[in-house]
Every structure is written in C-alpha cells, then in structure tokens.
C-alpha cells in the first residue's frame, strides 16, 4: 500500500532565508519538504496573531508537521493555534516568554531595540569593504548568503515581536530541540527539550547531521 508522505514545513530564524535549511536531508520517500520564507509586515503594529494567519495560507496540505528555527520556531507555535499539525518541532527557540534571556526581558522593559539603528543591518553590502581579517569576512559572507529579509519595516518588526511575546506558559505537544552553547537563547532557561551537546545557535548549519537523526525519531 502508498503510504501518504508527510509535508514539512520550514519556517527560519529571524530575518534568516529557507537556505539555512541546505543541510537538512530527509527521507524522500516518506517526507517533502516545504519552506515559508518571511513576509514583509502589512503594518509596524501588525500583531503575531494576524501574521501567523498570513503564515498558515502557505500551507497547502492536511498531512503535514511544522518545524521552526530560534524566531521561527515562535512562530510555528503560533502557527500551531490556528492550524493542526501533525507535529510541531522547535530548534534554537523557546516555548514561553520566561525562557527568555535576562538580556532581551531588559530590551522589552527599556524598549531599547526602537533606537537600535536597524537599516545597518539592511545594506549590509555598504559595510562589507570595512570588514579586515578571515573571520569577520566569512561572517559578512555568511550574513549575505543566509539573512535574506532586510526589509526596513520587517526588522524592527520582528525584532518587537519577539522580546513581546505573550505566551505564558509551554505547549506540551511541541517538540523541542536546543544546543547547549546557544548564546541567544542559554539552555539554562529552556525546560523540556532534547540537548544537543556543543550546539550553538546556528547548529541547523553546524550540527545537521545530528539534527537530521533527531528530527527523524521526532517525526
């Protein structure tokens, strides 16, 4: 008998592109992957709420998982609420607002991020020839490759939404996955999830292959 594959879909972190997921393999035969690149804000005070409505018309099938990498994985949660996903994966994210740094409950208390000068990261080019040595340069490859969303009103948006987020308390049917050297998000705030030792925030790049393995036993 056909077994109906299942449909995944990909949402990436903040600002980030689909390509962060280049290194993300998974059986063809019983999964087709799908991507949900960001879209451009309708109003700086959209609420997460309208957005992740606008997420879900992405979403063209019944059988099918969400999984969301650090800003992404927020918004698979709150993609979770208004549709029903077989599964729903996070990976480098939080499930509730008290897993969050001190660092960003201080950017929500201060508002700090509003004067944050948020164009800088939109022509990143225009800064590229400052850049001296291997590292800092392979860090303006990287950001050129992977960080796609620039757009002005998109930023300071997200950035918003984020250290705003309202949700209390966990999902318990979402699943999650967190390095032990993330420095966004430390992993001494985060309850509930499958480690991932030596991970950092990136390791949707860096650990793959072992990403590959769990997101198969998860699935």
């Known amino acids: 008998m056909h077994k109906e594959k299942l449909h995944i879909y990909f949402v990436p972190g903040l600002a980030a592109s689909p390509a962060i997921f280049e290194f993300i393999k998974l059986p063809e035969d019983s999964y087709e992957i799908h991507y949900i690149a960001w879209l451009i804000p309708e109003r700086p005070e959209e609420t997460i709420e309208e957005y992740a409505l606008r997420m879900c018309k992405e979403v063209t099938h019944v059988n099918f998982a969400l999984i969301g990498v650090s800003f992404g994985g927020v918004m698979v949660q709150e993609m979770k609420k208004i549709i029903n996903p077989k599964k729903t994966i996070i990976i480098s994210s939080i499930k509730n607002k008290t897993e969050m740094p001190a ?64 949700q209390e308390t966990s999902d318990p049917d979402v699943l999650h996955i967190h390095g032990t050297e993330d420095f966004i998000f430390p992993v001494n705030n985060i309850k509930e999830c499958v480690k991932v030792t030596g991970g950092s925030h990136i390791m949707i790049l860096t650990r793959a292959k072992k990403i590959n393995t769990l997101l198969q036993e998860m699935l």
Do not use: C, Q
């Open 103 to 166: 660092r960003m409950r201080f950017v929500k208390k201060t508002s700090v991020h509003k004067i944050f000068p948020i164009n800088s990261f939109s022509n990143i080019e225009k800064y590229e020839k400052y850049a001296f040595g291997k590292m800092l340069k392979g860090r303006f490859k990287l950001y050129k490759k992977y960080m796609s969303m620039r757009d002005e009103l998109y930023l300071p948006w997200a950035i918003d939404t984020i250290v705003n987020w309202k």
